[in-house]
């Protein structure tokens, strides 16, 4: 029994979607502790897809409870379609709970989304779903939590003092319209008999479980990368998807989590704005886009794809203390006669092997990479790592020994049952 923590080493959508699934077949528990529904999670089980955006991807295993943690930010209308899509689909949402200490987005945060992008100079490349204004509003001391929507009356007083800020700044600064209370509360209303049972106090749930031995895991949205203090500020998200994002998103101690998976896809991808270092504007580049499938699992955009770089994973252990690695996507790669790996950056004609603070400098960094030979195998029905051809296993291996952690887990293929266990993560 163990508290497991799943978190993404690169920009995101590595397949964290997947292994959560996969190892949430032994938990207990399952417990976002941080995000919204900003993140895309791409499940597939029995050739079904299952796209989440909010719910924990361990939410398709009915046995254990699904808990929204108090790190996250959340949209309950949004929740509501997920968990309405998961029961035509015949699946049970019994076993979600809502933490009452989590931020409730509000339709407000979604225009100002919108508007703060759209004259923005700089654009970030936000998915305009409210979480950055949420988040804001949330250390700004202006938030709502989801305990205050228990009594009604005293939820309208608050929508009305926030919309008359939120209105004035639409108005004086964005020269927009202003939002209608009315609207907003009777939505509201609509849905408060189905999200009122499903709050709780989740903390000291949560904490008894992992006192009582019980398996619990947490999950995040986004990754390392995209921190909001060590991430590419500011092409980053507005909460800390990192290990220790655990202890402030969900309420534990740092000293009762045992695990930390960090999800490593074998090659780069990234969606929004900011440097990428290793990034192929080029046909290799599309190759790999169309041969992974990468287009976002929330806005349908074409990702951003390039070759591996160990710089961002060898950060990503640093902050979160890998004990293990998850490798994904891996298959993709097949079919290529070369496959290369980034070990450091060359800025200025000096070679780091870190990620640099001044996003500048990461944009003026040119990749050294380390070639190695492709294989030409299909590797989507292997079940042994030992059957993996000679050239796979060597790049597993290079990954093992820059990162100095051990890859546990290979998966070859989209579906749950497409993975080679190679050490006890469980």
């Known amino acids: 029994m163990s508290s497991q923590v799943v978190v993404g080493t690169q920009w995101g959508d590595e397949g964290k979607g997947k292994i959560v699934d996969v190892l949430a077949e032994n938990a207990d528990m399952v417990v976002r502790f941080q995000g919204?529904?900003?993140?895309?999670?791409?499940v597939i089980v029995n050739g079904k897809k299952h796209v989440l955006h909010l719910?924990?991807?361990?939410?398709?295993?009915?046995?254990?409870?699904?808990?929204?943690g108090p790190g996250v930010v959340c949209n309950p209308f949004v929740l509501l379609e997920e968990m309405s899509q998961l029961e035509k689909s015949g699946l049970s949402t019994q076993h979600i709970i809502v933490s009452d200490r989590a931020?409730?987005?509000?339709?407000?945060?979604?225009?100002?989304?919108?508007?703060?992008?759209?004259?923005a100079s700089n654009k970030?490349?936000?998915?305009?779903?409210?979480?950055?204004?949420c988040y804001s509003d949330k250390y700004a001391r202006h938030g709502i939590r989801f305990h205050e929507l228990k009594d009604f009356e005293h939820f309208k007083k608050r929508v009305a003092e926030c919309l008359e800020f939120k209105n004035k700044l639409f108005v004086n600064v964005y020269n927009a319209k202003p939002m209608d209370e009315k609207k907003i509360i009777e939505d509201f209303e609509k849905i408060y008999s189905k999200i009122v049972p499903m709050i709780k106090?989740?903390?000291?749930?949560?904490?008894?479980?992992?006192?009582?031995?019980?398996?619990?895991?947490?999950e995040g949205a986004q990754a390392c990368m995209l921190d909001i203090n060590y991430g590419t500020y500011p092409y980053v998200t507005s909460s800390s998807p990192t290990s220790a994002g655990v202890t402030e998103g969900a309420g534990i101690a740092p000293s009762k989590i045992d695990k930390v998976v960090g999800v490593v896809k074998a090659y780069s991808t990234r969606v929004g704005e900011g440097p990428?270092?290793?990034?192929?504007?080029?046909?290799?580049?599309?190759?790999i886009?169309?041969?992974?499938?990468?287009?976002?699992?929330?806005?349908?955009?074409?990702?951003?794809?390039?070759?591996?770089?160990?710089v961002v994973v060898k950060h990503a252990n640093m902050l979160n203390g890998l004990t293990d690695i998850v490798l994904t996507k891996i298959d993709v790669l097949t079919g290529l006669d070369t496959i290369k790996v980034c070990v450091g950056y060359d800025i200025d004609g000096k070679v780091v092997d870190h990620v640099p603070s001044d996003q500048a400098e990461v944009g003026r960094a040119r990749p050294v990479y380390k070639e190695f030979p492709g294989w030409k195998e299909d590797i989507t029905k292997i079940e042994k790592k030992e059957d993996l051809p000679k050239e796979c296993l060597d790049y597993i291996e290079f990954i093992e020994q820059y990162t100095k952690v051990p890859v546990s887990l290979i998966s070859v293929g989209p579906d749950r049952v497409n993975n080679i266990y190679v050490n006890e993560i469980k």
């Not at 719910?55 to 929204?68: A, K, N, Q, R, W």
């Open 201 to 218: 106090e989740t903390t000291s749930i949560v904490n008894d479980a992992i006192d009582e031995g019980k398996t619990v895991l947490f």
């Open 36 to 42: 919204g529904d900003n993140a895309g999670h791409t």
């Open 55 to 68: 719910l924990p991807s361990g939410v398709l295993h009915e046995d254990g409870l699904c808990i929204i």
């Open 124 to 133: 970030i490349g936000t998915t305009k779903k409210g979480i950055g204004p």
């Open 276 to 287: 990428f270092v290793t990034e192929l504007e080029d046909e290799q580049g599309q190759w």
């Open 289 to 310: 886009r169309d041969h992974g499938h990468e287009f976002g699992a929330t806005t349908g955009r074409p990702r951003r794809c390039g070759w591996l770089d160990l």
């Open 103 to 119: 931020h409730i987005l509000m339709p407000y945060h979604c225009y100002q989304d919108e508007l703060e992008e759209a004259a």
